[in-house]
C-alpha cells in the first residue's frame, strides 16, 4: 500500500493497493480494526456496508478465521447505505449479498443487523422506516447519528450508495435515508443522503478495476460538478474520507502517477 496521498479541495485522501485481492483484504481489515477502537472506546460499534462487488469479496474474507475472530460482533450494529427495492432473498439484495457471504457465517447476532425493511408498503415507507431505525439504535432522536465507518463503492457513472446522477436524492439536506427512483434503472432505490455521510467518523470508499480508472480521476481530480459525478458530492467533517483503490482504477489520475 502507498503512503496516503492527499486529494486537494477536501476530496480526502487515497491509498492505492496492488490489485481487487489486496483490496478486499485492506478494507476488512479497516472494518476489523474500525469495529475494535469503536467498541474500545464506546462499547459499541455503528458501521455501514455497501453493496457491488468489491465489497462481496470483502465480505467472503471477513467471514474467514483470521479476520472473523477479531470482530466485535456481538457488540457491532450493521446497517446498508443503499438498497434495491427486492426482498432479502433476491440475488440483487444489498443485505442478502451480505447476509450469504458473510454475515451466516459469523457469531453477529441477528438483532445487530439492520437490513432496510423491503417488505413494508412501499419504498418511501421503508426509507422512514430506515430512518427511524437508525435512530432508535445509534440513540439519536435529533441530530445526525455518526457512524464509525461507512463503507461506499462507486459506479463507473460515478454514483455512490443509491445517489445517481442528476437524481433528487442529492439535493436532500433533511432526511437521513430517502427513496430515489433512478431513471435510468427504472427502478426504486434506498439511500443514505450526504447529510449522514457527512457525519461519519469515517468514509471509506473501495474501488477497483480498470472499468472505473477514468471516472475515478474525474471525481478526484475534475471540476467540481456533483451532479454528475455524485460520488464526488461526498464530503466528511469531521471525520476522514478515505479512497482506497487499486492500482488498476488509479490508472487514470495524475495523482497516483506521480508517486509511481
Ligand atoms: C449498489 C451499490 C453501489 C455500488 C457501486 C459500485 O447497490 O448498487 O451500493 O453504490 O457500490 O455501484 O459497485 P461495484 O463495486 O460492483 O462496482
Redesign the pocket.
Known sequence: MTEPIELPDGRGRMLVVADGEALAAAAAERFVVAATAAVASRGRALIAL??????KRMGELLAQPEFAGRVPWTETDLFW????WVPLASAES?AGEAMRALLDKVPAPPARLHPVATDLASPVRAAAAYEAELRRVAGTAEGVPVFDLIL?????DG????LFPGTAALHERDRLVVENFVPKLGAD?ITFTYPLLAVAGEVLF????AG?ADTLARVLEGPPDPEALPAQGVRVEPGTLTWLVDRAAAGSLRSAGERG
Open positions: 455497501s453493496g457491488g462487488s468489491t465489497p447505505g443503499d438498497e434495491r444489498n461506499l463503492g462507486m459506479g463507473d454514483h455512490t450508495a443509491s432505490r473501495v474501488v477497483g478495476g472505473k
